[in-house]
């Protein structure tokens, strides 16, 4: 069975600060991914998709980048945090393309203080 | 661009009565994939039911809708709400690669 995996479960961090979150799945080769954003109180939004390793696609600039250094991890980073970047990250899977299901993992919760 | 607009941000409803939660779209593209999401409280979303066909009904849990290219819509239907209906609902449409989500639709279904 597949699973997804993503660390840290939540962050507490200042403005200006670096900050990383991971993502990992398990059980699927060569799966399509992506990183939406979602607000408090907010609706999801896509920042990122990746079809294959090495090769990420911004969908929103937001100040952030992503990168897949293997087939089954997405990395989302950036070197200065903005009190904007506040919110709860979600990686996501899907076997194909956008006509595919995707599956979210558990998210992680970032506060920028 | 492209957009989905869900017009009804909070519902509120008695068990048994029927469910209809509102979804249109907008794109370029003629041949737009459509989803309804379901988060429940501190989960993540997961797939209810998708569509790419024009004009047919899709099924799933109890849940129904049905993608019109002519009118852009894509509304969720079912007969008779339930508790554990209770849940943000997403319409989300899908163009190569890129997820567009509406704002979501509060459903709260009281006893």
């Known amino acids: 069975a597949q699973t997804i995996h993503q660390w840290p479960v939540a962050e507490i961090k200042a403005v200006g600060s670096p900050l990383s979150l991971g993502c990992t799945i398990k059980g699927k080769s060569s799966p399509n991914l992506y990183w939406y954003w979602q607000a408090t109180g907010g609706t999801l939004q896509q920042l990122f998709y990746?079809?294959?390793?090495?090769?990420v696609e911004s969908v929103v600039q937001l100040n952030l980048s992503a990168s897949r250094p293997k087939d089954d991890q997405f990395i989302l980073s950036t070197e200065k945090l903005l009190l904007s970047h506040s919110g709860f990250y979600l990686c996501a899977w899907s076997l194909a393309g956008y006509q595919d299901t995707q599956y979210f993992g558990p998210g992680t919760r970032l506060l920028v203080l | 661009g492209d957009s989905v607009t869900q017009t009804e941000g909070l519902v509120t409803l008695t068990e048994g009565l029927p469910v209809m939660l509102n979804c249109t779209y907008q794109?370029?593209?003629?041949?737009?994939?459509l989803f309804w999401y379901v988060q429940h409280l501190n989960e993540s979303p997961r797939l209810l039911l998708k569509s790419f066909t024009d004009n047919k009904r899709t099924e799933h849990q109890g849940f129904h809708a049905t993608l019109h290219k002519s009118s852009s819509s894509f509304h969720l239907q079912k007969s008779s709400a339930q508790l554990s209906d209770s849940a943000l609902y997403y319409c989300?449409?899908?163009?190569?690669?890129?997820?567009?989500f509406g704002s979501g639709t509060k459903l709260t279904v009281e006893p």
């Open positions: 990746s079809i294959t390793v090495g090769q």
């Open positions: 794109t370029i593209y003629s041949n737009p994939f």
């Open positions: 989300v449409m899908s163009n190569y690669n890129v997820l567009y």
